[in-house]
């Protein structure tokens, strides 16, 4: 059975930083995602990787203040989020795909991934 937990969201004020951890159980070597929703709008795709390696992907909102990776020791994956803005106010999933759904072309879409997290609340606001 496969389980995603995600921790580490909170508030902050813009400029800040927050670090969200994904904890899995029960999944191997697999294409993994961050994503975020605000109420009334489509879950968005933030950044992928696959958890045996290789190249990172990231959307043009969070390029280069965000950075995801994963924690092979403790099985985890993260998100490292620097230069929090306003507009990233959202609720955080984590997500996987163990059906070979997210390819380069389909990672930022929510159809290609079959088990999420509960979610993480991140505010950012002075």
């Known amino acids: 059975q496969v389980q995603l937990l995600e921790s580490g969201g909170g508030s902050v004020e813009p400029g800040g930083s927050l670090r969200l951890s994904c904890s899995n159980s029960?999944?191997?070597?697999?294409?993994m995602a961050w994503f975020r929703q605000v109420p009334g709008h489509e879950r968005e795709g933030l950044a992928s990787?696959?958890?045996?390696?290789?190249?990172?992907h990231y959307a043009d909102s969070v390029k280069g203040r965000f950075t995801i990776s994963f924690d092979n020791g403790a099985n985890t994956l993260v998100l490292q989020m620097n230069n929090l803005k306003a507009e990233d106010t959202a609720m955080y999933f984590c997500?996987?795909?163990?059906?070979?759904?997210?390819?380069?072309?389909?990672?930022?879409?929510?159809?290609?991934?079959?088990?999420w997290g509960q979610g993480t609340q991140v505010t950012v606001s002075s």
């Open positions: 997500a996987a795909d163990t059906n070979g759904r997210a390819t380069l072309r389909t990672w930022t879409r929510p159809s290609a991934y079959n088990y």
């Open positions: 029960g999944l191997a070597q697999t294409n």
């Open positions: 990787l696959y958890t045996g390696g290789g190249p990172r």
